[in-house]
């Protein structure tokens, strides 16, 4: 927190007053013990700081200052992440404790097959039941990251097209509705991107992807439910628009949350889908990692998995094989596997009616902050949503999606996605999840009524929020160009 930053409140500067000028001559926060080595010649005196201009402070100082800055953090334990796309939801102990077991914590991905059959049978048992949830046929968890899993689940489409004899169909069809990284994933496997515009409702547009199924078409990645909240109402029909045409269908699974145990995409005739772990089936989210992206495929592609994949050989052992016609490997070794465990864990404690529970809920607050926030905020389609409602901020005039999220963390709420996707004005993308309680969600809907309110009285306050933070508004685009990375004593 640098002491020249003009954005900070008077009250920002008088609290790092208090946490960082805490400083005495002579005390400390370390006794050490009389050294046990003789002295030894220092360096060059050209090579040596004459002062180190370091905080004096105890140990009790040092540890209520970390603590405090702590409690400055938004996190799930402490606060309602509405990220929409993101799915910031409470995800139980036990599974980390699970996950921490000697047994699984300490294995080693090189160790002989026979000595982690236990390891290899949560993820063989883990691929049945995340093709189970899917309607697909087999799985890979190969991949380290939704990201990673889109990535192979083109080169698998690309692989079954060069297999029959096709390679030369390189066009890949993306909704606009679609996760901004499926385009990326799509031209680092070779594809060319065209881009699929939504009709009036928020469905893919099916007579602009009539104009684009030909000779040339590769397949269509479909974000189900889209990036709207929206279940695609024209997904079976898509799917045999591009079949026909002799492309594929991938699907993006990263809303699962929204379908678990009601709709599966191997039923709607999707080739290949992706699931985030990370996301649906409970590992902490955010902090760059671990991530999980496994792919789920029907027959055409199950012989082009990326590998290794758990098996069950005919003597009842474990192993780990890779598919026939694999595209190889897309990590060091089999997946982030306590990801894995995690996941496995999930699944199995909630069973069947948890999968119900988990989408049935996910939905219902959704649609439970779609009803009570309709009337102040721009509902650009609507329709029932499914596990995220995205709203457009520009119905009140003067106001924007920038405002409204600086606001929020005066109401220590962490701000929703913001403009995104880009086919809504001004968008807040709001993603409740099914953990979060209707109190908190009554809460919510109250400090963005307090919000609205407040636009109507004078839109240009809202201009200055955040004020009750640490911080106040910052120029994020002067903060990421020139970023100060150390602290600055005063004065």
Known sequence: MPAHDASLTAEAHDRRRLLMERSRPGRTGVSLPASDVPEQKLPDPSLLRTSLDLPEVTEGEVVRYFTHLSQLNFSVDTHFYPLGSCTMKYNPRFNEAMAGLAGFASAHPQQPERQVQGAIEVMYRLQELLAEVTGMEAVSLAPLAGAQGELAGMLTIRAALEGRGEGHRRKMLIPDTAHGTNPASAAMAGFGVVSVPSNADGNIDLDALRAEADGDLAGIMLTQPTTLGLFDRNAVEMCRIVHEAG?????????????????????????VVHLNLHKTFSTPHGGGGPGAGPICTNATLTPFLPGPVAVRRDSGAYGLEMPPKSIGRVGGFAGNFGVLVRAFTYITLLGGQGMLDISGNAVLNANYLLVMLRELYDLPFDRRVMHEVVFSAKKRPGANALNVSKRLLDHGFHAPTMYFPLVVAEALMIEPTETESKETLDAFIEALTAIDAEAARDVASLNEAPSETPVSRLDEAAAARHPQLRWQRNG
Not at 254 to 266: E, H, Q
Request: aromatic content about 8%; glycine content about 20%.
């Open 247 to 271: 492309g594929l269908v991938y699907g993006d699974g990263a809303n699962m949350n929204a379908l678990l145990g009601r709709v599966k995409l191997g039923d709607l005739d999707f080739d």
